[in-house]
């Protein structure tokens, strides 16, 4: 099983990031797929995910509007794009996808927003 993200960088605040996580090893329709987010000293957050059937979306609040987690099940990758962001969106963003009692983790894309 592997997680792998991609996509990060640096980015002006207003600026726009498309994030993606790309599964191997089993079909994401089979996991709750979600991004997490570990700004510096501080824990990580969710910050959006996707139920098995996908029919249930969820985002933290301080991202709704700005983000959104779309799936694809062709190519089993899910992505964030995120949009209108702010210097307080600086973070490493993980990838995880959880199967039963079974979390399994990207390594992380830093992304900074900064002017």
């Known amino acids: 099983v592997q997680v792998v993200e991609s996509g990060g960088g640096l980015v002006q605040p207003g600026g726009s990031l498309r994030l993606s996580c790309a599964i191997s090893?089993?079909?994401?329709?089979?996991?709750?797929m979600s991004w997490y987010r570990q700004a510096p000293g501080k824990e990580r957050d969710l910050v959006a995910s996707?139920?098995?059937?996908?029919?249930?979306?969820d985002y933290a609040d301080s991202v709704k509007d700005r983000f959104t987690i779309s799936r694809d099940t062709v190519k089993n990758t899910v992505s964030l794009q995120m949009n209108s962001l702010k210097p307080e969106d600086t973070a490493v963003y993980y990838c995880?996808?959880?199967?039963?009692?079974?979390?399994?983790w990207g390594q992380g894309t830093q992304v900074t927003v900064s002017s």
């Open positions: 995880s996808a959880k199967r039963g009692t079974t979390n399994y």
């Open positions: 090893g089993f079909t994401l329709r089979t996991a709750v």
């Open positions: 996707v139920s098995i059937g996908g029919g249930i979306i």
